[in-house]
């Protein structure tokens, strides 16, 4: 089983410029997260798709955008770059695990990011 | 609002032995999970362990161990007999609402 996937590794753009970083998810799964990872910010959570919807977002700018596509993948749109969008980008895909009491919860598996540089 | 703390922004081992990182969250759920992530310096998240918090007891993958303690709040990791394979960014996370909270991570060295 194919793990989730993201391109390009390495992005680098300018000021005000606009930035589209790429997703699939493990084969055959509906949900993308995107999360940030930015330096002395830590990981936070920005945007949850399933099933071509948004389902949540977290506490950022509407320039922060996506879409998901029928196939599951999915692209994250950075509108008007500022410097401080410089981070590394990482998507997850969650497998569920499933048990006798659970109501079906999800561990969530990372991919490799996509570093974003801002100049 | 669900918060993850990490107090402990570096720790080092040495190769061979025991180390513990310490997390604490706070939550108001009585059913949520927590994750130990792993992040090398190639920077790929690699989930490490999971605990559901409905089960009392402890949840272990080999060398990896956690200390759960509901009642406190309190998540920790114990890496034993540590390899420098296991050297990294530690992140305690917990489920919240369909997507992950993290602490701010423990940097661990571990020394040969």
Same mark, same amino acid.
């Given at each position: 089983?194919?793990?989730?996937? =993201? ?10 410029? =606009? ?18 990872? #930015? $330096?002395?910010?830590? @990981? ?31 692209? @994250?749109?950075?509108? #008007?770059?500022?410097?401080? +969008?410089?981070?590394?980008? @990482? ?16 561990? &969530? ?11 | /609002? =669900? ?12 190769? #061979? ?8 969250? +706070?939550?108001?759920?009585? +059913? ?5 992530? %792993?992040?090398?310096?190639?920077? &790929?998240?690699? $989930? ?6 409905? %089960? &009392? ?13 509901? /009642? ?41």
């Amino acid at each position: 089983e194919a793990g989730v996937t =993201q391109s390009p590794t390495h992005l680098i753009k300018t000021r005000g410029q =606009q930035a589209t970083l790429r997703c699939s998810p493990i084969s055959g799964h509906t949900s993308v997260y995107w999360y940030q990872q #930015a $330096l002395g910010l830590g @990981l936070q959570f920005l945007l949850w798709y399933d099933e071509g919807e948004e389902r949540n977002r977290g506490n950022f700018p509407p320039r922060f955008s996506g879409r998901q596509f029928p196939n599951y993948s999915s692209e @994250l749109n950075v509108n #008007a770059l500022e410097l401080e +969008d410089s981070a590394l980008y @990482l998507c997850a895909s969650p497998l569920g695990f499933r048990d006798s009491w659970s109501s079906g919860k999800e561990t &969530q598996y990372f991919g490799p990011g996509t570093r974003l540089l801002v100049l | /609002a =669900q918060t993850v703390t990490q107090s402990q922004p570096e720790m080092s081992v040495q190769e #061979a032995e025991t180390v513990t990182l310490s997390c604490t969250y +706070d939550t108001s759920e009585s +059913d949520y999970y927590l994750f130990w992530y %792993k992040q090398p310096p190639s920077r &790929q998240m690699i $989930l490490v362990i999971r605990q559901e918090a409905y %089960k &009392q007891q402890n949840a272990t993958e080999n060398r990896f161990s956690v200390n759960f303690q509901k /009642a406190a709040k309190s998540f920790s990791l114990k890496i034993s007999d540590s390899q420098l394979g296991d050297a990294a960014m530690y992140f305690c996370s917990m489920e919240y609402g369909n997507k992950l909270v993290f602490g701010a991570g423990t940097i661990l060295r571990v020394k040969s």
